[in-house]
């Protein structure tokens, strides 16, 4: 299998943050922010619904949108400095933010293509009786995108989502995107050195499934 990484999120879920809202400080997020990034001037884009600042040169990209937080580092790494670069602005965003974050998650994003099979693997993911139901043939059907969410321990989960890319050559069912999230029902976040332990060990995980994905 070879990947190419194209960044890590952490996700904060808020039931009463708006973008809108006047007392929102975005000032001082702003600022803290550009005090980690201070390399170039951010983009900023200020909507009713959304409020976004992004670092060019850094790759990351700041987003609060309705009852959502999310922190990305779109670079392509994931060094343990910029894991824990982004898990300590999270720690000082989260002061900021009205009331209590009620849920986190972890979130790895990868583009792949398979060395030996190809997107056709995905397709014996569906049930064929189910489809049969359907009045179709399994061998009609198209690789698609999937969605699996597993139940973890109490309070947490894991989604997976594959999106094929269908394309054009002789590599042309060999690519897909993935995106891998651990989600937590919880409303205070680990320690700096938990979360960089953590999402560390995510992506150890992440490279071994897809590993096993192609043998």
């Known amino acids: 299998m070879i990947t190419n990484l194209i960044g890590f999120n952490i996700v904060l879920k808020n039931n009463t943050i708006d973008p809108s809202d006047p007392g929102l400080e975005l000032d001082k ?15 900023i884009t200020h909507f009713p619904e959304m409020y976004v ?16 937080v999310i922190l990305t580092d779109n670079s392509g ?3 343990e400095e910029q894991i824990e670069a982004i ?22 994003i990868t583009e792949c293509e398979f060395e030996k099979k190809d997107n056709g693997m995905f397709l ?47 590599k042309k069912d060999k690519y897909f995107h993935f995106e891998y999230n651990y989600h937590f029902d919880k409303s205070r976040l680990p320690s700096i050195n938990k979360m960089v332990e953590d ?9 071994l499934l897809l590993d096993n994905f192609d043998k």
């Open 29 to 43: 997020i702003r600022r803290i922010l550009m005090q980690q990034y201070s390399s170039n001037k951010p983009v």
């Open 199 to 207: 999402i560390s060990s995510l992506k150890k995980e992440v490279e």
């Open 124 to 170: 014996n993911l569906i049930n064929a009786d189910s489809i049969k139901t359907l009045g179709l043939s399994k061998g009609t059907i198209l690789p698609s995108p999937i969605k699996i969410t597993s139940q973890e321990k109490k309070g947490s989960s894991i989604t997976i989502s594959i999106i094929p890319r269908l394309s054009v050559g002789e």
């Open 87 to 108: 898990s300590s602005l999270i720690i000082k965003i989260i002061n900021l933010l009205p009331n209590k974050t009620t849920a986190f998650g972890y979130n790895y």
């Open 53 to 68: 600042i992004f670092f060019p040169v850094e790759q990351v990209t700041f987003v609060i949108q309705q009852k959502t």
């Open 77 to 79: 790494k994931s060094s």
